[in-house]
T-cell receptor, first 117, second 115 residues
Framework: GAVVSQHPSRVICKSGTSVKIECRSL??????MFWYRQFPKKSLMLMATSNEGSKATYEQGVEKDKFLINHASLTLSTLTVTSAHPEDSSFYIC?????????????FGPGTRLTVL | AQSVAQPEDQVNVAEGNPLTVKCTYSVSGNPYLFWYVQYPNRGLQFLLKYITGDNLVKGSYGFEAEFNKSQTSFHLKKPSALVSDSALYFCAVRDMNSGYSTLTFGKGTMLLVSP
């Protein structure tokens, strides 16, 4: 399967600062990438669908001005958590679909652990 | 709307014994079903999927899952558990009547295999 990397793997920041998380597809061109958030002992929550060359599609309840997504190329999508607060602390995971069909599985990145003090 | 239920927060099994991790789903159309595994502080790894055809699906690391339409279930199984199988397992579903991006995950089941 495709290799997906995320950087950084772990970040600690002060409240009020902004944090950028990168998601790279290392061997696969991805016009679409997904961003998930995972709370402790909880399932994955889809935050947004990142589309190369166009605006991201956000899920209901996700603040697009707070979670800025940029999909500048076929191999890179970034998620910026702006003015981070402690409640934004979470595990953020990106994924890319293996194809465009509904039955295609997703390849997931290793995740980024964000801790906001 | 589509949903997935994993009724067990945790499953404990001794090494060498068979294991089952349960999953039931609800969709309005035909389901595509997936199992993923997550090791601590890692992303998810794809195990197997059901699209159509044979109800018994074989996947990675000796895992298999059985699709049961009448019971709307897709339980994950392995004949002989390994300690290294200990991880968090997620069942997920997508159906054709939902948006392409809508992959719904269950809350996860922690599998603990004791030596």
């Amino acid at each position: 399967g495709a290799v997906v990397s995320q950087h950084p793997s772990r970040v600690i920041c002060k409240s009020g600062t902004s944090v950028k998380i990168e998601c790279r597809s290392l061997d696969f061109q991805a016009t679409t990438m997904f961003w998930y958030r995972q709370f402790p002992k909880k399932s994955l929550m889809l935050m947004a669908t990142s589309n190369e060359g166009s605006k991201a599609t956000y899920e209901q309840g996700v603040e697009k001005d707070k979670f800025l997504i940029n999909h500048a190329s076929l191999t890179l999508s970034t998620l910026t958590v702006t003015s981070a607060h402690p409640e934004d602390s979470s595990f953020y995971i990106c994924s890319i679909p293996s194809g465009t069909r509904y039955h295609n599985e997703q390849f997931f990145g290793p995740g980024t652990r964000l801790t906001v003090l | 709307a589509q949903s997935v239920a994993q009724p067990e927060d945790q499953v404990n099994v001794a090494e060498g014994n068979p294991l089952t991790v349960k999953c039931t789903y609800s969709v309005s159309g035909n389901p595509y079903l997936f199992w993923y595994v997550q090791y601590p502080n890692r992303g998810l790894q794809f195990l197997l999927k059901y699209i159509t055809g044979d109800n018994l699906v074989k996947g990675s690391y000796g895992f298999e899952a059985e699709f049961n339409k009448s019971q709307t279930s897709f339980h994950l199984k392995k004949p002989s558990a390994l300690v290294s199988d200990s991880a968090l397992y997620f069942c997920a579903v997508r159906d054709m009547n939902s948006g392409y991006s809508t992959l719904t995950f269950g809350k996860g089941t922690m599998l603990l295999v004791s030596p």
